[in-house]
């Protein structure tokens, strides 16, 4: 469909405020901790790093680390915490 002939979305006034609200709160948070400690720099990094070692793999190499991931469950809370 169209965007046009989608129908609009609805909904009660304070659900729209407390999501706005919700949304300003943690831009705050993440401009503290960007601020604070590079937090959004260093996760971009990690992603793009991630990102080119996945590249570079091969599927069965990829579905291999992946499972080895899983077992590790997941990681504990990062630097500063």
Do not use: W
């Not at 304070?14 to 949304?23: A, K, Q």
């Not at 579905?63 to 899983?70: F, P, Q, T, Y």
Request: positive net charge; glycine residues 4%; proline residues 9%.
């Amino acid at each position: 469909l169209p965007l046009s002939a989608s129908p609009l979305a609805t909904a009660d006034p304070s659900v729209i405020s407390c999501l706005h609200n919700l949304s300003r709160r943690l831009a705050i948070a993440l401009q503290h901790e960007e601020r604070r400690c590079q937090f959004l720099t260093r996760e971009a990094k990690l992603i793009l790093a991630i990102q080119d070692e996945v590249s570079a793999m091969s599927e069965r190499e990829c579905v291999r680390k992946a499972k080895r991931l899983m077992c590790l469950g997941p990681p504990g809370p990062g630097p500063g915490m």
